[in-house]
């Protein structure tokens, strides 16, 4: 069995601030990991994944994700954060034992992230 | 590149009346294909993945159907709409060859049922 838990519904921060966005997973094997972002009215757009290799993975606009096996952890983080960041974001995981010729993720419920000037 | 189109975008429907809302996917071959459901609070909720044409699975037994009538096509459809079914209706594909692949998702179709 997989899942992922988004522990905040939201996330305040300054512009010109870090950020992070938390999740934590658990799979019975290795896991596949991915964020995506969704702007208002639209679908989820990709940002990162983490497959294997180097636990610090980076993605789309700025954003890279840290993977903690030990915690089960994939935090999305961005040095510098931009108004224009403010969207809801998705943290998914796939378990990498799982069978069935499709590829099914699971999901986080999300986290609101709001940047003010 | 690959595109993925979904309409209409937006649709507002009295109860008891029927819906199809399609998806199609250019550009790719042979992909894995999801119908998903986002309601107001925010979670997505999966309806139907679907491998190849006429392959369907159902996640959540629902008055909702789907169909996959060619391969990079996808239709969600229902007999008669309940309120319960409005929500914004997100497509999306990712290769059929690899399980590492991330999804695609379309525009979305925002689904008000009154």
């Known amino acids: 069995a997989q899942s992922v838990a988004q522990p905040e519904d939201q996330v305040k921060v300054a512009e010109g601030n870090p950020l992070t966005v938390k999740c934590t997973y658990s799979?019975?094997?290795?896991?596949?990991l991915f964020w995506y972002v969704q702007y208002p009215n639209r679908g989820l757009q990709f940002l990162l994944k983490?497959?294997?290799?180097?636990?610090l993975v980076k993605g789309s606009y700025g954003f890279e994700a840290e993977f903690n096996k030990s915690q089960t952890s994939f935090h999305l983080k961005k040095p510098s954060a931009l108004v224009s960041d403010s969207a809801l974001y998705f943290c998914?995981?796939?378990?990498?034992?799982?069978?069935?010729?499709?590829?099914?993720?699971?999901f986080g419920r999300g986290t609101s992230l709001i940047v003010h000037p | 590149s690959q595109t993925i189109h979904q309409w209409p975008a937006t649709l507002v429907q009295p109860v008891g009346s029927p819906l199809s809302l399609e998806c199609t996917v250019e550009?790719?071959?042979?992909?894995?294909l999801y119908w998903y459901r986002q309601a107001a609070g925010r979670g997505l909720q999966l309806l139907f993945y679907?491998?190849?044409?006429?392959?369907i699975s159902s996640e959540v037994p629902q008055n909702l159907s789907a169909s996959r009538p060619q391969d990079r096509q996808f239709i969600l459809s229902s007999k008669k709409l309940l309120l319960s079914d409005s929500g914004f209706y997100l497509c999306?594909?990712?290769?059929?060859?690899?399980?590492?692949?991330?999804?695609?998702f379309g525009p979305g179709t925002r689904l008000t049922v009154t």
């Open positions: 550009g790719t071959s042979n992909p894995n």
């Open positions: 983490y497959i294997t290799g180097d636990n």
């Open positions: 799979v019975s094997g290795n896991p596949y």
């Open positions: 999306a594909w990712s290769p059929g060859t690899s399980g590492f692949q991330e999804q695609y």
């Open positions: 998914a995981v796939r378990d990498l034992t799982s069978s069935g010729g499709s590829y099914i993720p699971t």
């Open positions: 679907s491998v190849g044409i006429g392959q």
